[in-house]
């Protein structure tokens, strides 16, 4: 046995960063593919305010996301491939998008790739890490039937709805209270296969089928399950039709970011004008690959980001990513979630001050569709998270451009103006709290 170490060194928004990372290996064995950690202490707050709590981000540091400067850029692959790096993939909507990786049965170095010379000016935003994402662990879960009144039989979207990306583990489409909302005419993209109501990033033959749950829960809110489940009338003719893009695998909630923000591009490429994230990963630095995207979407789309459900406090350097987005972009906007009652921060939720945290929306006991068994297309679960409360905003953003097509910008201007200010914060400054049905009505 022989104990190796690499060092990588990736850029992110212009920032040089060190990861160490160690791989023990058989001499005869091929090494096993190297994971660099990034580890950070972050304070949490709420009923443990003062301690803290350690976070791990993973890279493969055997794979860059390059995202090149128009569409020929010939320097910059023979630089890569100079490097000992073959293309593993690029972006069927945004081919500039690639993720490349060096497969050497040696430990891999990729210092020199980075000090060896400047990369080729064809490459643009620098050679960035692939960052390995996990799906947010649920708080609590419960799965049951319905009964007989909970009838939606005629639930279903309207004749010209507004189209929303989910970019998660996919839906299951067999779900009977989805069926209606789904996408049905989603095209391909480039040369790869896409299904009538999405893609999946991960193999294009296949249909993005939930096998996880997480997806489908998003699908439900952006439904407007919740609402009818606490009793709120049925509106039979909804705004919302559903794009879903899986970006992770199986059960096991895991992905990259790469499938996630080319999933991003189909989802612009498709006419999706929300794009809901309810994900993310821990760090202090934003991440490279995803400049480009926002530009890209610029006023015309606008994504919803999740904040996170470790109960820390966010006002630091350490953020949470895309959703921290929403304090530089317009274009974003971050949701922290609510307890049952929505009269408080759920104790789960992360949180920052305005304009890091954007809103608060109701994410504690939440109501929604969920993977169907044998001949039972009618399930339903109860579960919590900042996953939740994400499209709950996202639907409300529907809604808004159903009446009147706005910027985006406009759009999350509007969503703060009319939020209230009754949700306790720290520091004697209140949370911004989601008025959804003011804030429609008054669009």
Not at 21 to 27: F, L
Not at 176 to 191: E, M, P
Not at 227 to 247: D, M, R, T, Y
Not at 266 to 292: F, H, K, L, R
Request: one cysteine or more; charged letters at 20%.
């Amino acid at each position: 046995m022989k104990t190796t170490f690499c060092w990588v060194v990736g850029i992110l928004a212009a920032t040089w960063f060190l990861f160490g990372c160690q791989d023990i290996e058989s001499q005869a064995a091929k090494p096993k593919p190297c994971n660099c950690k990034k580890t950070f202490t972050i304070q949490k707050c709420g009923d443990e305010k003062g301690k803290t709590k350690t976070i791990t981000t993973s890279y493969n540091c055997r794979q860059l996301v390059v995202t090149f400067k128009g569409k020929l850029h010939p320097e910059g692959e023979k630089y890569l491939k100079d490097k000992g790096f073959h293309k593993v993939k690029s972006c069927p909507c945004a081919p500039e998008l690639q993720l490349w990786e060096n497969s050497s049965d040696q430990s891999l170095d990729l210092i020199g790739v980075i000090t060896g010379g400047n990369p080729p000016p064809d490459i643009v935003g620098g050679l960035a890490l692939n960052i390995e994402i996990d799906l947010p662990d649920r708080v609590k879960f419960d799965s049951f039937q319905t009964n007989a009144d909970f009838d939606t039989s005629q639930w279903q979207k309207q004749s010209s709805p507004v189209r929303v990306a989910i970019i998660d583990s996919g839906v299951d489409a067999g779900n009977s209270y989805l069926s209606g909302f789904l996408v049905s005419n989603a095209s391909a993209c480039g040369n790869v296969l896409a299904f009538p109501y999405g893609i999946n990033m991960l193999d294009f033959s296949q249909p993005p089928f939930d096998e996880h749950g997480h997806g489908t829960m998003v699908n439900g809110v952006l439904a407007g399950i919740p609402e009818f489940a606490i009793g709120q009338p049925l509106q039979k003719k909804s705004p919302v039709e559903l794009l879903n893009i899986k970006f992770t695998s199986g059960h096991s909630k895991s992905g990259s970011l790469f499938d996630a923000v080319c999933g991003a591009y189909y989802a612009i490429q498709q006419g999706a004008v929300v794009i809901n994230a309810s994900w993310g990963y821990y760090d202090t630095v934003p991440p490279a690959m995803m400049e480009p995207l926002l530009t890209t979407m610029g006023d015309d789309v606008v994504m919803v980001a999740g904040m996170g459900n470790d109960e820390l406090d966010l006002t630091g350097d350490k953020k949470f990513w895309p959703a921290a987005f929403a304090e530089t972009h317009s274009n974003v906007i971050a949701v922290g979630a609510l307890n049952k009652n929505q009269d408080a921060l759920a104790t789960f939720s992360n949180r920052a001050d305005t304009p890091r945290m954007t809103l608060t929306a109701w994410g504690e006991d939440i109501v929604s569709a969920h993977l169907t068994t044998g001949t039972d297309k009618r399930v339903l679960a109860m579960d919590s998270g900042t996953s939740y409360a994400t499209p709950m905003v996202s639907r409300s953003l529907a809604f808004m451009i159903d009446k009147q097509s706005a910027p985006a910008s406009a759009l999350k201007n509007h969503l703060v103006d009319k939020a209230s200010d009754n949700v306790p914060g720290a520091n004697g400054q209140p949370f911004k709290k989601l008025e959804a049905t003011t804030a429609i009505s008054d669009w």
